[in-house]
Antibody, heavy 119, light 112 residues
């Protein structure tokens, strides 16, 4: 079955960097766009970033543009989120999310990985 | 950015009774390809979100028939025909017609 396993979260100081990974299995990874969505403690969902199946297209939320970079390695069935210049407001659970093969629908979510930005 | 507005934000429901959640977008969600990319998600306590409905009204695999979606343009509705205990959680509408993709604030469904 579909599995998305996030890793790399933890506690980091403001201004620091962190790289999240998401290992995918159970589906044809190289045929699907992938996303990161975050959820600050006790709040709603915020879309963060998207990468197309082949990595040729990327989109970012305005709040992270210029600070976060999404990438993927189809040979490893893994998607990454490189986060730099982190701010306290980036504290959240980060979910790796799979898109349906035809696009434009988030159909499966990982369990999430907590990132805490604090001094 | 497209703003998604849900109402109500909280919905206490008696078991076996219906529930309805409204979602309005600040602009039309009809994509240039003619489709409308409006989905509904359920997030049970302590769990990641789960896809219920996509493209307004198509139930995702394994979703019970008591969940239905309707609407067009900027106004959409999620209905639960008879609420069960396992339906407790927060429901989000989301649009994928235009980047950045956006979510409603969430509607909490709880049992009276």
């Amino acid at each position: 079955q579909v599995q998305l396993v996030e890793s790399g979260g933890g506690v980091v100081q403001p201004g620091g960097s962190l790289r999240l990974s998401c290992a995918a299995s159970g589906f044809g990874f190289s045929g699907h766009g992938m996303h990161w969505v975050r959820q600050a403690p006790g709040t709603g969902l915020e879309w963060v970033a998207y990468i197309s199946w082949d990595g040729s297209a990327r989109e970012y939320a305005g709040s992270v543009k210029g600070r976060f970079t999404i990438s993927r390695d189809n040979s490893r069935s893994t998607v990454y989120l490189q986060m730099s210049s982190l701010r306290t407001e980036d504290t959240a659970i980060y979910y790796c999310v799979k898109e349906v093969s035809s696009g434009w629908t988030l159909d499966f979510w990982g369990q999430g990985n907590l990132v805490t930005v604090s001094s | 950015d497209i703003v998604m507005t849900q109402s109500p934000l909280s919905s206490p429901v008696t078991l076996g009774q219906p529930a309805s959640i409204s979602c309005r977008s600040s602009q039309s969600l009809v994509h240039s390809d003619g489709n409308t990319y409006l989905s509904w998600l359920q997030q049970r306590p302590g769990q990641p979100p789960r896809l219920l409905i996509y493209q307004i009204s198509t139930r995702f695999s394994g979703v019970p028939e008591r969940f239905s979606g309707s609407g067009a343009g900027t106004d959409f509705t999620l209905k639960i025909s008879r609420v069960e205990a396992e339906d407790v959680g927060v429901y989000y509408c989301t649009q994928a017609t235009q980047f950045p993709w956006t979510f409603g604030q969430g509607t909490r469904v709880e049992i009276k």
